[in-house]
């Protein structure tokens, strides 16, 4: 069995963890990134058995790494801790980065009404647009669910501590011959408030700092 380390970034996310980690499949560990939450949330994900690092740096980007610098196994998975996503898809990424694949990315398909608000699908389409022409990818979706292989990871050297990250991920592994791929995972409504794509003030925020990261890095 292969041993994971998936990065859980979180921020009073203390409703939707217990349905997240009840379902981390078998050699999977999750590592809880806590980002400043006030809900209770450290103290329930270690209830249900996570690894939590606190990072008191806000941002995602600064969650996100933290907990790429604290994983330990050959592969290391990335998903949102709001229940959105099912981390019994993990392994079908995995297994795609066991076989070959570099950076492999979950395209999310919405199961149910307000999965995915509008404003939030097209701020990710219009993104996933631009960076394919800089990037010479193929990609539909900026999927926030991912796994790769750490060394890879690390070896990218990934600057920004904001909403930026997911998308310099892509874009210096791009840059870097690393194969970039997605596979289709489902997405639920997420359990709680939603601090960026649940709003399309979050939306445009986390639009900008993508577009400052399209902007330095070039391919």
């Not at 960026?196 to 639009?207: D, E, I, K, N, Q």
Request: positive net charge; hydrophobic residues 45%; glycine residues 10%.
């Amino acid at each position: 069995m292969t041993a994971v380390d998936v990065v859980l970034p979180c921020l009073d996310e203390a409703e939707a963890l217990p349905w997240v980690l009840s379902r981390m499949p078998d050699g999977y560990r999750p590592l809880v990134i806590d980002n400043g939450s006030a809900d209770g949330s450290a103290g329930i994900a270690r209830e249900h058995g996570a690894l939590v690092v606190a990072e008191p740096r806000r941002g995602f980007g600064a969650a996100c790494h933290t907990g790429l610098m604290t994983a330990e196994t050959e592969i290391v998975c990335f998903m949102d801790a709001d229940a959105s996503l099912d981390p019994r898809e993990l392994p079908r990424l995995v297994e795609i980065v066991e076989a070959g694949g570099g950076l492999v990315l979950g395209r999310r398909r919405p199961t149910a009404r307000g999965a995915w608000p509008p404003h939030a699908r097209l701020g990710n389409a219009v993104l996933a647009r631009s960076l394919n022409r800089r990037a010479g990818t193929a990609l539909r979706d900026l999927g926030p669910m991912r796994a790769a292989r750490r060394d890879d990871l690390v070896a990218l050297d990934i600057a920004d501590r904001r909403f930026g990250y997911p998308l310099e991920m892509v874009m210096r592994a791009a840059r870097s011959g690393l194969p970039v791929a997605e596979i289709e995972v489902g997405y639920r409504p997420r359990v709680g408030r939603s601090k960026v794509t649940g709003t399309a003030r979050g939306t445009l925020r986390a639009v900008r700092d993508m577009r400052r990261v399209l902007a330095e890095v070039t391919p």
